[in-house]
């Protein structure tokens, strides 16, 4: 089975632009999450997605925002960009209502770099 | 809400010796909990996860952890570390919706030879 991939991995923006960030889904998975990771710390909930509907949300402004495709796939994207969203963005799928569920499969990660 | 503290931002340890990661959460609901590894410039790989039923957990390569509901502990355990074993530790918990994990700060597991 494949993994969950994001792109791109590094990416660097200067402040107050937009960047679009990008996962596929573990195959089978109909649920995705971003988590926000800061260097030196534990990951921070942003958002979650199931059925191309925002599932829940962190405490994150509304310039993040997301979407879920059809075929599972997600972005995050993030308007205006501020210097304290340099960070590892992680993308996380699931399997929603199956009994095993509760095991996220996580991305590598994009690094995000704002200058 | 929910929240986790992981004690000891640095665990070290020489090879061979036994592993110890704490992690105390705080939860109003019946807690869902994980620790996941993050090796260098990599995302998070699930270790374990404690969701109902038998309390002493176990996961991949060779790791282990106890739910011990009294004292609001998941710690983690490894009998022997390996070199291959240093790496980024988080603890995490949920609730049963499973909508969000909270993860805490961290420990970084360093082993030596």
């Known amino acids: 089975e494949t993994g969950v991939t994001q792109s791109p991995t590094h990416l660097i923006k200067t402040r107050g632009q937009q960047v679009t960030l990008r996962c596929s889904s573990q195959?089978?998975?109909?649920?995705v999450s971003w988590y926000q990771q800061a260097l030196g710390q534990g990951p921070q909930f942003i958002f979650q997605y199931y059925r191309e509907e925002e599932n829940g949300r962190g405490n994150f402004p509304p310039r993040f925002s997301g979407l879920q495709f059809p075929n599972y796939s997600s972005e995050l994207n993030v308007n205006a960009l501020e210097l304290d969203d340099s960070a590892l963005y992680l993308c996380a799928s699931s399997h929603q209502r199956t009994e095993n569920n509760y095991g996220y499969t996580f991305g590598s990660g994009t690094r995000l770099t704002v200058v | 809400a929910q929240s986790v503290t992981q004690l000891g931002s640095h665990v070290s340890v020489s090879e061979g010796a036994l592993v110890l990661l704490r992690c105390n959460y705080s939860s109003s609901v019946p807690p869902y909990l994980f620790w996941y590894v993050q090796y260098p410039n990599q995302g998070l790989q699930l270790l374990l996860k404690?969701?109902?039923?038998?309390?002493l957990v176990k996961g991949i390569n060779g790791f282990e952890a106890e739910f011990k509901k009294s004292e609001t502990s998941f710690h983690l355990t490894k009998p022997s570390a390996h070199m291959s074993d240093a790496a980024e530790y988080f603890c995490?918990?949920?609730?049963?919706?499973?909508?969000?994990?909270?993860f805490g700060t961290g420990t970084r597991l360093l082993v030596s030879p």
């Open positions: 404690y969701t109902t039923g038998a309390t």
């Open positions: 195959s089978g998975h109909n649920t």
């Open positions: 995490a918990v949920s609730d049963q919706s499973f909508q969000k994990l909270v």
